[in-house]
């Protein structure tokens, strides 16, 4: 069973918005001290897009999204969004959120994150 479950993907045009969400399915009850969204477009490789520390809100993005996304959570639903602004083309990718409840001192890195969601598609046209 799926742990982590994005939701709010879509088909948008260039300079639209999206809002995904991630939220914990029920039965279970993880406490996570960072989440994360990731994204894979077609033939490349997945790359970070931003993390939050579950516990602080503090947030980091990748220099390509800073500006334009940013990353909320809802403590008391175990739920962290990631608000999309400005689309451009290249946003085109499958987004995946992930979490960790075992990293609370550093940023974690992408293989430290060991819970993952299913993924949920954005394309963005020109």
């Known amino acids: 069973a799926q742990v982590l479950v994005e939701s709010g993907g879509g088909s948008v045009q260039a300079g639209g918005s999206l809002r995904l969400s991630c939220a914990t399915a029920?039965?279970?009850?993880?406490?996570?001290?960072?989440m994360a969204w990731f994204r894979q477009a077609p033939g490349q490789e997945r790359e970070e897009v931003g993390c939050?520390?579950?516990?602080?809100?503090?947030?980091y993005y990748s220099d390509s999204v800073k500006g334009r996304f940013t990353i909320s959570q809802d403590n008391a639903k175990n739920t962290m969004y990631l608000q999309m602004n400005d689309l451009k083309p290249e946003d085109t990718a499958m987004y995946y959120c992930?979490?960790?409840?075992?990293?609370?001192?550093?940023?974690?890195?992408?293989?430290?994150?060991?819970?993952w969601g299913q993924g949920t598609q954005v394309t963005v046209s020109s």
């Open positions: 992930a979490a960790t409840p075992n990293i609370a001192w550093r940023r974690p890195a992408q293989g430290e994150y060991n819970i």
């Open positions: 029920s039965g279970y009850s993880y406490v996570y001290t960072y």
């Open positions: 939050i520390r579950t516990d602080v809100g503090t947030t």
